[in-house]
C-alpha cells in the first residue's frame, strides 16, 4: 500500500534554530512529491516539486532534496513567520493524478 | 489575480439537510479536486474531474456528489448520507492530471459543521 508519513508531527524552534523536516515514503513509483506550507484556516500554498533523487529545491530559507526512500525540508535560520503546517505529497505513477498527503509537521518559530 | 475561491468560508448543516460548497477557478485549469481535512491527518481525495462533464470518485466519496458543467466550477453537495461531515473541505485545480505532474493549487477552504 502507498503510503507517506511525516515526521516530527510537530516542532518548536527558537528563532535563528536550523532544522530539518521528514517525509518518507513507500509507494509503487515516484512521479514526484510536493511540498506544501498550510496558515490555520487556510489553504496549502505550493513550494516545491521534486521529481527525482538527489534534486534539490531553494526558497529563501528553505530547501528541499528528495532521495529514494525520503524527502527533507530544511528550515534555516528560521523566523516566526515561518510558523505553519508543512504538508507532503507524492504522485506516484500509474494513476491520473491523485496525489498522497502525509498528515504534516506543524512548525512553531519563538523569537 | 488567478486563483480559486471557495465559498461560503464556513457553513452549518442541520440534520437530514443536504448542502453545496461552492468552488471557482479563473486559472484556466482542466483538472479540479476535492478534499477533505481532518485533525491529525493527510488530506484525502472526495472526488476530482479531469474535464467538463467528467468525474470519477476517490478514496472517500460515499455521501458526497458533484457537477462540472463548466470548465470553473466544481460543486460539491454533502448529502444527508455523510454521517460524519464536520471537516475542513478543500478545492484544488491544476492544469491537468498525469503526465507531468504539475502541481495542485488549493483555495482557502470551507469549514462545515453540524448543528
Known amino acids: 500500500e502507498d503510503q507517506v508519513t511525516q515526521s516530527p508531527e510537530a516542532l518548536r524552534l527558537q528563532e535563528g534554530e536550523s532544522s530539518s523536516l521528514n517525509c518518507s515514503y513507500t509507494?509503487?513509483?515516484?512521479?514526484?512529491l510536493f511540498w506544501y506550507r498550510q496558515d490555520p484556516g487556510k489553504g496549502p500554498e505550493f513550494l516545491f516539486t521534486?521529481?527525482?533523487a538527489g534534486e534539490e529545491k531553494e526558497k529563501e530559507r528553505l530547501k528541499a532534496t528528495l532521495t529514494k526512500k525520503e524527502s527533507f525540508l530544511h528550515i534555516t535560520a528560521p523566523k516566526p513567520e515561518d510558523s505553519a503546517t508543512y504538508l507532503c505529497a507524492v504522485l506516484t505513477s500509474g494513476n491520473t493524478g491523485k496525489l498522497i498527503f502525509g498528515q504534516g509537521t506543524t512548525l512553531q518559530v519563538k523569537p | 489575480d488567478g486563483g480559486i475561491t471557495q465559498s461560503p468560508k464556513y457553513l452549518f448543516r442541520k440534520e437530514g439537510q443536504n448542502v453545496t460548497l461552492s468552488c471557482e477557478q479563473n486559472?484556466?485549469?482542466?483538472?479540479m479536486y476535492w478534499y477533505r481535512q481532518d485533525p491529525g491527518q493527510g488530506l484525502r481525495l472526495i472526488y476530482y474531474s479531469q474535464i467538463v462533464n467528467d468525474f470519477q470518485k476517490g478514496d472517500i466519496a460515499e455521501g458526497y456528489s458533484v457537477s462540472r458543467e463548466k470548465k470553473e466550477s466544481f460543486p460539491l453537495t454533502v448529502t444527508s448520507a455523510q454521517k460524519n461531515p464536520t471537516a475542513f473541505y478543500l478545492c484544488a485545480s491544476s492544469i491537468r492530471t498525469g503526465g507531468d505532474s504539475q502541481p495542485q493549487h488549493f483555495g482557502d477552504g470551507t469549514r462545515l459543521s453540524i448543528l
Open positions: 509507494v509503487s513509483g515516484l512521479r514526484g
Open positions: 521534486l521529481y527525482s
Open positions: 486559472l484556466n485549469h482542466d483538472a
